[in-house]
C-alpha cells in the first residue's frame, strides 16, 4: 500500500515559469517531510525538508507547503531553469527508522 | 570520502547466483540505510543499521536478502540465489544532521 503518492508521472514547463510538484500521503503520523531530485544515474540528492510544525520552507528558488489537513505538500520551483529538469520523489517519516517515498514525477524544463 | 560511495556500479548477474554490493557511507555517518529501486518505482526501504546492528530488517523481501556492517562503517547487502525480480538498482544512504538521507550513486543490479 503506498503511503505517499506523487500522480503525476511528469511535468513540463517553460524556462522561467513555476513548476509545481505535487504529493499526497496517507499516514496522518508522517511529521517529516522531504523532496530528493535525481538525475539519470546518479543516486536522490536531498534538496528541501519540512517538519509538520511549519506549512511552509523556503531555501532559493525552492519551496516547500504543507497542508496537514489535506495531507498534502507541494514544492514549487520559481523561476525553473533547464539544469531543474530531473526526477522529484517526495518522501515522508512518521519519526521512526524508515522513510517512505512516492514514486516520482519527472520534470522537464524546456529552454 | 566526501559521499556514500558504493561498488560495483553495475552488476550483471546469472539467475540462481550469489551477488554483494558494497557502502561505504559518510565518516561518522551512524546510521545507515539500503533502499531498492525499481523501474518507475520510487526508493523501497530494505534495512536500517544504527551502528553494527541491523535495528529494521522488515524491508527484506526474504531470506535471500542478507546484509551486514560488522564494524559499524562499510556495509554488505547479499543477495543468494538471485532471481530475474532481483533486478533493481540497489542504494545505501546515511543521514545527515538534520534527519536528512544522504545516497550513494547505486548498485545497478541485472539478474540476467
Known amino acids: 500500500d503506498q503511503q505517499v503518492k506523487q500522480n503525476s508521472p511528469s511535468l513540463s514547463v517553460q524556462e522561467g515559469r513555476i513548476s509545481i510538484l505535487n504529493c499526497d500521503y496517507t499516514?496522518?503520523?508522517?511529521?517529516?517531510f522531504l523532496w530528493y531530485k535525481k538525475y539519470p544515474a546518479e543516486g536522490p540528492t536531498f534538496l528541501i525538508s519540512?517538519?509538520?510544525?511549519?506549512d511552509k520552507n523556503e531555501d532559493g528558488r525552492f519551496t516547500v507547503f504543507l497542508n496537514k489537513s489535506a495531507k498534502h505538500l507541494s514544492l514549487h520551483i520559481v523561476p525553473s531553469q533547464p539544469g531543474d529538469s530531473a526526477v522529484y520523489f517526495c518522501a515522508a517519516s512518521d519519526g521512526g527508522n524508515q522513510f517512505y517515498f512516492g514514486t516520482g514525477t519527472s520534470l522537464t524544463v524546456i529552454p | 570520502g566526501a559521499g556514500v560511495s558504493q561498488t560495483p556500479s553495475n552488476k550483471v548477474t546469472e539467475k540462481g547466483k550469489y551477488v554483494e554490493l558494497r557502502c561505504d557511507p559518510i565518516?561518522?555517518?551512524?546510521?545507515l540505510y539500503w533502499y531498492r529501486q525499481s523501474l518507475g518505482q520510487g526508493p523501497e526501504f530494505l534495512i536500517y543499521?544504527?551502528?553494527?546492528?541491523?535495528?529494521?530488517d522488515s524491508g527484506l523481501p526474504n531470506d535471500r536478502f542478507f546484509a551486514v556492517r560488522p564494524e559499524g562503517s562499510v556495509s554488505t547487502l547479499k543477495i543468494q540465489r538471485t532471481e530475474r525480480g532481483d533486478s533493481a538498482v540497489y542504494l545505501c544512504a546515511t543521514v545527515g544532521g538534520a534527519g536528512e538521507l544522504f545516497f550513494g550513486e547505486g548498485s545497478r543490479l541485472t539478474v540476467l
Open positions: 543499521f544504527q551502528g553494527t546492528g541491523a535495528a529494521d
Open positions: 499516514n496522518s503520523m508522517f511529521d517529516y
Open positions: 519540512i517538519s509538520s510544525i511549519k
Open positions: 565518516s561518522g555517518h551512524t546510521a
